[in-house]
């Protein structure tokens, strides 16, 4: 229930996005009318039209994604010949008679009595082909619940309960701009001059829907952006975490829960399959991970180095793979990475979600410390909190009764990526390159799901990034289209990664890194050299930029690969 009422509160909101200004004037095309005869139907099929979409493109994948595009420019269409027919009646007479017939039904329909409700209904399917409203906080907590947790009437309910929410915004604004029409006509005669303008401000609600501006300039700049208020309703509903305490040796663990099934996993690695009930007697240790997780993987050398100390003492650790992208999803990918990354420790793969789920956890890396008898008796999510972890770890195993515990904290010697992040404040955030999470990109508006050309502009501030040659961006990637394409991007922070892969059957992928025009010299990453070059031969995180003496100055990244077929995920920083 909670859900539901942020997800329409989040709807009402979006009248004060400027996302929302395109479809104003199709809206007020039907102001002068009666409400439930023309109003209501539109903002149904509005409604219905948007949740079905949304609904299809969180799970259904690109063919949704193609099919929308093509329906926003059947709809484009239609509205053009609308607001024509609202501008001119010259323009009425002389179009063919069925679309003379299809523009009086959608914008002139004389009174009320001669007003279509069907034709009111699919005035409102063609908006909502063409609503595209602001990803803020709330939409975007239902479409990643939705791609989370598959395709559910649930899901569409809540995307139908977001549009009734826009909707009921809009109903508003409706009755309000009826009554300030029939003034103006009653008190100036200007029906004719309103209906002109109507017209008009359809005409430019198309050209600004077809140039990209609902979804790129006017989701960025904003008259009034609700961002801060969403966020601040999904934060009363579902605080963060209070910050966890810190838990000194011999401190009394409270129980927290049982240990959930395990029985989820899509397989095991290193290991036949565990359950709750086979590791009664153990101390547990459950680190919830993924391999292209940079946090996860700087974690990982504490997690190796607990597993080797305590192992003969009672604890075992089990490493939870819940994959981020779907490249992750492959136990092909799984393995190598296991290997590579010196994990012995029994994996199981999360591939559905499962445990995550069973455990309620929303975060990598979070680790959960089970005791002997099935209890869950402390949890820690990211980086840091090592020694307080160890503690834990010490404090579970004597509670078992294991005695002359081997002493002192770990302090194992990681390298590359590995290696402890910098700790600066102002590092750049991680940035997605798909269009279904990307931020601040810059030089253009990113083209959904086809081949365009894309070129970065001579300057960018910090943590803006740009493409630059031909690429094909998807949900979760792009993918580069042809030789020597360009990522370059402004950041702050000692180290870069970049989460890269070679496409389905395409060879190694050579690249060069500059930093600041220059090759990188010593402040080169483990998986390029001095001058820069390097080769992309899996799917995985590789370190481009470790700086010898890193800072919070902002420096510009480029990479240029020479060969196409290449797939970019996201940045991360340290």
Partial sequence: MLLLILAYLGGALTILS?????????????????????????????????????????????????????????????LAVLGLTLLSNHFAEWISRPFVTLGNKLSQGGNGENDSVLSAAGLGVATGLLWAPCAGPILGLLLTGAALNGASVQTTFLLLTYAAGAATSLALALVVGGRVFALMKR????????????????????????????????????????????????DAAHPAPPAQAVVKAGT????EGELPSLDGASQWLNSP?????????????????????????????????????YKDYGLLVIGVHAPEFAFE?????????????????PVALDNHYAIWKGFDNEYWPAHYFIDTQGRIRHHHFGEGGYNESEDVIRQLLTEAG??????????PNAQGAEATGSGVATRSPETYLGYARAQNFTGGQI??????????????????????????????NAQLDSANGRIVYRFRGRDLHLVLGPSDGAKPVRFRVLIDDKAPGVDHGVDIDADGNGTVTAQRLYQLVRQAHGSGDEHTFEITFLDPGVLAYAFTFG
């Avoid at 009394?252 to 129980?255: M, T």
């Avoid at 294991?402 to 302090?411: I, R, T």
């Fill in 18 to 78: 400027p996302c929302i200004l395109p479809v104003l004037p199709f809206v007020f095309a039907r102001a002068d009318r009666p409400f439930v005869r023309n109003g209501l139907p539109m903002l149904v099929g509005m409604a219905l039209t948007f949740a079905v979409v949304a609904t299809l493109a969180a799970v259904g994948g690109g063919w949704a994604v193609h099919a929308n595009q093509y329906g926003r420019i059947v709809a484009l269409a239609v």
């Fill in 187 to 234: 008190s100036l005669g200007a029906g004719e001059w309103v209906r002109r303008v109507l017209g008009a401000l359809v005409l430019a609600g198309v050209v600004a829907i077809a140039l990209g501006l609902d979804t790129g300039l006017l989701t960025r700049v904003s008259l009034a952006s609700t961002s801060s208020i969403e966020q601040k309703l999904i």
């Fill in 252 to 255: 009394p663990l409270p129980v």
């Fill in 273 to 309: 399959p565990l359950t709750a009930q086979l590791l009664r007697g153990k101390v547990v240790l459950v680190d919830f991970w993924t391999y292209s997780c940079i946090n996860c993987i700087r974690a990982l050398p504490y997690v190796r180095s607990w597993a080797d100390k």
């Fill in 329 to 345: 999803k492959d136990p092909h990918n799984v393995i190598n990475a296991v290997k590579d990354l010196g994990v012995d420790y």
């Fill in 402 to 411: 294991q005695k002359n515990l081997p002493g002192g904290y770990v302090e």
């Fill in 447 to 476: 083209v959904q799901d086809s081949s365009s050309a894309y070129h970065a502009p001579q300057t960018l501030i910090a943590n803006q990034w740009a493409l630059d040659g031909r690429w094909i961006v998807s949900e979760e």
